[in-house]
């Protein structure tokens, strides 16, 4: 039978993606295809960030369920995990969440066998998180159209921010031991990908189930030969001055920072129960540029969080214009039910939270272009992912967009480039080889 795999939200998703994707193919019974319409079966694995990732969800699956009534349409991840039978409300037949993974080939399986019974089967398979529950490993063979690969090292979050499920919808901070590790991206690289990226819930607590640090991931993947790491995300207070100076060592780790600020607001962070002030958040990341040369650092912001005045988020804008960030992924202060923030009265208006996107939005334009300037001149190693237009383009170390005109294959090679000017929408710039 054929099935297809629709993924929402972050490289985590993705990663387990693939990797239900090879158990599928694995079995011989199933095989991968590119659309929904002529599937069997229709995995969606679902994200609960915000209330707009649920809705996206849903919303799917009503379409999928209109252009293929007969498909067996799995709904899996983080949304199931957190609203469990509910989500049968998606009109979904199988409703897996985030534990046993791997169980996702005996879920369909039983569907099938049972339909024979019932034509209203459904399956339900979501169990809690459990207090020693450990790293489940799974691993995809390879990413058949990525020259980068994604590469779960961690699952869990015990930070519990006032405004965020993750941690009831991924539980405890489990980590995939090192030598696992070394395995893994060892496979990834003799698969042909020339970059891994780290990814998990929250890779700053890797290892505290284990008793070491994200440098013991990063060093075991430099071992297994990759020529370019990659850092997913990771919070600012959860990276050492120690760990910085120890991370700046190892060969292969690419100068791009992506680590969430959310607000520019001491009062604010304070009350999304975030551990760290703007001072302390502006002095690493000054450390990070001051140890890893042409560094970038991209993160996200909240606006119209419960509370927020005009004053905090004229704070916030004030802030990441003294930061400097390459990128800015602005979201409004989404209401998630169970979460502390949820029950804040002081809720802002949602026209004031679309002014307050928009604004910063434009600002976050000004500074990404600002540092796309900075950039012409200087020579940077890109891994060329694709050609169109007469155009080979890729991503530096620090993760800046190049094209470079050439009728040249690229693709999956690094090669130097000299960075020569910055298109006029301020999204990449252009450069020559050599």
Same mark, same amino acid.
């Given at each position: 039978?054929?099935?297809f ?62 252009e ?26 199988v ?75 991924r539980g ?8 696992d ?25 890797y290892g505290?189930?284990?008793?070491l ?10 071992? +297994?030969? /990759? ?7 990771? !919070? ?5 001055? $120690? #760990?910085? @100076? =120890? ?17 520019g ?15 302390e ?45 390459f ?12 979460? +502390?923030? /949820? ?7 949602? !026209?004031i939270?679309?002014?307050?996107? $928009? #604004?910063? @939005? =434009? ?8 540092f796309?300037?900075g ?21 530096s170390?620090?993760y ?25 929408s ?5 450069g020559?080889?050599?």
């Amino acid at each position: 039978m054929n099935f297809f795999i629709y993924t929402f939200g972050c490289k985590t998703n993705t990663y387990e993606s693939e990797s239900m994707s090879r158990l599928l193919s694995e079995t011989g019974r199933y095989r991968a295809v590119s659309d929904y319409v002529s599937a069997d079966v229709v995995i969606v694995n679902s994200c609960m960030v915000t209330g707009e990732s649920e809705k996206k969800a849903a919303k799917l699956i009503r379409r999928i369920r209109r252009e293929n009534e007969k498909a067996c349409i799995v709904l899996c991840g983080c949304m199931p995990q957190v609203i469990g039978e509910a989500a049968f409300g998606t009109g979904a037949d199988v409703i897996c969440g985030n534990t046993k993974r791997a169980d996702i080939v005996k879920a369909v399986d039983s569907y099938f066998e049972k339909k024979t019974i019932s034509r209203d089967m459904k399956i339900f398979r979501v169990e809690p998180h459990l207090k020693d529950e450990t790293f489940e490993l799974l691993a995809p063979d390879r990413y058949k159209n990525l020259t980068r690969a994604n590469l779960k090292i961690e699952d869990g979050c015990e930070c519990f921010c006032s405004y965020c499920v993750i941690p009831f919808a991924r539980g405890r901070v489990r980590s995939m031991p090192p030598e696992d590790v070394f395995k893994v991206a060892g496979d990834l690289v003799n698969s042909g990908h020339r970059e891994i990226v780290l990814t998990g819930i929250n890779i700053g607590m890797y290892g505290k189930d284990l008793g070491l640090s994200i440098c013991d991931a990063v060093k075991a993947v430099s071992e +297994a030969g /990759a020529e370019r790491i990659r850092l997913g995300s990771i !919070e600012i207070d959860l990276i050492s001055d $120690a #760990a910085i @100076e =120890e991370l700046s060592r190892i060969p292969g780790l690419c100068p791009h920072f992506h680590t969430s600020l959310q607000s520019g607001s001491a009062k604010i962070l304070k009350r999304m129960n975030r551990r760290y002030d703007p001072e302390e958040y502006m002095r690493k990341i000054g450390l990070l540029r001051s140890s890893f040369a042409n560094a970038s650092v991209t993160t996200d912001v909240i606006v119209g969080f419960p509370g927020e005045t005009e004053e905090d988020f004229n704070d916030t804008v004030e802030f990441v214009r003294r930061a400097g960030f390459f990128r800015i992924h602005v979201f409004p202060y989404s209401k998630r039910n169970g979460t +502390a923030a /949820a029950g804040f009265k002081d809720q802002i208006p949602v !026209e004031i939270k679309k002014q307050r996107v $928009a #604004a910063l @939005e =434009e600002v976050a334009a000004e500074l990404k272009k600002n540092f796309l300037t900075g950039q012409v001149g200087k020579t940077v190693n890109v891994l060329f992912e694709r050609s169109s237009g007469g155009f080979a383009r890729g991503h530096s170390e620090n993760y800046v967009e190049v094209r470079v005109r050439t009728e040249e294959d690229l693709k999956n090679r690094i090669v130097s480039v000299t960075v020569s000017g910055v298109d006029s929408s301020g999204d990449f710039v252009y450069g020559n080889i050599g």
